[in-house]
């Protein structure tokens, strides 16, 4: 079945730093999803893509689908510390409706 | 209603009770979704039910897990014969049909603890 690795699995933010994470597949999807994740609460959706080559903002937050359309990036400029959570890629293939998601890339403060 | 509702928000329960799990989805979708999320991993599909469609129970981990959806709104999900490795929290979402390149609205899960 289709699988989405998602990387890093953690990072530590510094306030004003830019952050990176990103997410790869075995196969296609037609549409990528990217959705933050707080304690206690469902993810939440902050960008969606839908063709190949797009580039979304979303405030400080920027996403790109691959050319390939089999990767996706997200980035977070000038991070603040309510920044922190997991964030969770999601594509959608050709068939069906379900969405397969990434294991989370868990985002914290350096201390 | 204004998002997705899901009951209980905790549960605990001994190991083999059967458990119950439920979701209200947002009024006017006709597509939810139930996924699995163990501690500090991703997001695991159990089961997803699309209007009268036969639901895609391709994600169940056993034949102790079920779920039903009744008049096309509420879901339940239950675990028969719990077992320690069913403890996680399980969110529910729905989308309008089709429009899943929207992506789903979740609820806020039911952390379900198996001592």
């Known amino acids: 079945g289709q699988q989405l690795n998602q990387s890093p699995q953690s990072m530590f933010i510094q306030e004003g730093e830019d952050v990176s994470m990103n997410c790869t597949s075995s196969s296609i999807f037609n549409t990528w999803l990217w959705y933050k994740q707080d304690p206690g609460e469902g993810p939440v959706l902050l960008i969606a893509l839908y063709k190949a080559g797009e580039l979304t903002s979303n405030g400080r937050l920027t996403a790109q689908f691959g050319i390939t359309r089999k990767d996706s990036f997200l980035n977070i400029s000038a991070s603040i510390p309510s920044d922190v959570g997991i964030y969770f890629c999601?594509?959608?293939?050709?068939?069906?409706?379900?969405?397969?998601f990434g294991g989370g890339t868990r985002v914290l403060v350096k201390p | 209603g204004a998002g997705v509702s899901q009951s209980p928000s905790n549960k605990v329960t001994e190991k083999g009770k059967d458990v119950e799990l439920r979701c209200d989805p947002i009024?006017?979708?006709?597509?939810l979704y139930w996924y699995r999320q163990s501690l500090g991993q991703g997001l695991e599909f159990l089961i997803y039910f699309q209007g009268n469609s036969a639901p895609d129970k391709s994600g169940l981990p056993s034949d102790r897990f079920s779920a039903e959806r009744t008049g096309g709104s509420v879901s339940t999900l239950t675990i028969q014969r719990t077992q320690q490795e069913d403890s996680a929290v399980y969110l529910c979402?729905?989308?309008?049909?089709?429009?899943?390149?929207?992506?789903?609205?979740f609820g806020s899960g039911t952390r379900l603890t198996v001592v």
């Open positions: 009024s006017g979708h006709t597509a």
């Open positions: 999601a594509g959608r293939g050709a068939a069906g409706n379900k969405l397969t």
């Open positions: 979402a729905s989308s309008l049909a089709g429009r899943t390149n929207y992506g789903y609205t």
